[in-house]
């Protein structure tokens, strides 16, 4: 079974303050997906990577980076945290580099309250 | 752009009660659809999926049925149990522009009470 883990299931962290959100997958997975989850507004994509080094951005990048540096993990980062990314975060990796019929596999996801 | 819309609930069923969950879409090409469920305090997993038009996906009993003429991939369920409460995501993968993307409904939060 594809395995998608992320760092930490809660995090609370002060306006201001730089965020690393840490993503692992073990199945060798080419693509993977940070998203962020709110009610009322499902799951929005903020950034992608298809490879090691390479990303693309989603539909709500504002404020956030991302880093590939290895295939198996991709981080999130707050550069500044700001009240309005309390979220839920989700991790998801698919295997094939292209096609739109492929599975994504997801994190159990991380809680952020930014005060 | 693409997009999906499914009602937010709650859906509130007795046990053993019938599910309809309608999804519609709007996309250009030919996309796949997914249902994926939420169980609380976890991330989203694969439900099921279809990959063309008049496919039916199917897993532990809950189907849907890709429907282009009618852009539906609506979600049912003969008889549901306290242990399917849980928030459903209907969703549709394109691969436009040489990667996968997908475009995620609002989720619909179903509570099944004994």
């Known amino acids: 079974d594809v395995k998608v883990t992320q760092s930490s299931r809660y995090l609370v962290k002060r306006t201001g303050e730089k965020v690393f959100l840490e993503c692992v997958q073990d199945m060798d997975h080419e693509n993977m997906f940070w998203y962020r989850q709110d009610p009322g507004l499902g799951l929005r994509l903020i950034y992608f990577?298809?490879?090691?080094?390479?990303?693309e951005k989603g539909d709500i990048p504002e404020g956030y980076s991302v880093s590939r540096e290895k295939k198996e993990r991709f981080s999130l980062i707050l550069e500044s945290a700001s009240t309005n990314q309390t979220s839920m975060y989700l991790c998801?990796?698919?295997?094939?580099?292209?096609?739109?019929?492929?599975?994504?596999?997801f994190g159990p996801g991380t809680r952020l309250t930014v005060l | 752009g693409n997009s999906v819309t499914q009602m937010e609930g709650p859906v509130t069923l007795s046990e053993e009660a019938f599910l309809t969950i309608n999804c519609t879409y709007t996309?250009?090409?030919?996309?796949?659809l997914f249902w994926y469920v939420q169980y609380p305090g976890e991330g989203l997993q694969l439900l099921l999926k279809a990959t063309k038009a008049d496919d039916k996906g199917s897993n532990k009993g809950f189907e849907a049925t890709y429907r282009k003429e009618t852009t539906s991939f609506h979600l049912e369920k003969g008889s549901v149990q306290v242990s399917d409460s849980a928030v459903y995501f209907c969703a549709l993968s394109d691969s436009a522009g040489g990667y996968q993307k997908v475009t995620f409904g609002i989720g619909t939060k179903l509570q099944v009470i004994p």
């Open positions: 996309a250009t090409g030919y996309p796949s």
């Open positions: 998801a990796s698919t295997l094939a580099l292209a096609g739109s019929t492929d599975t994504q596999y």
């Open positions: 990577s298809y490879d090691v080094k390479m990303k």
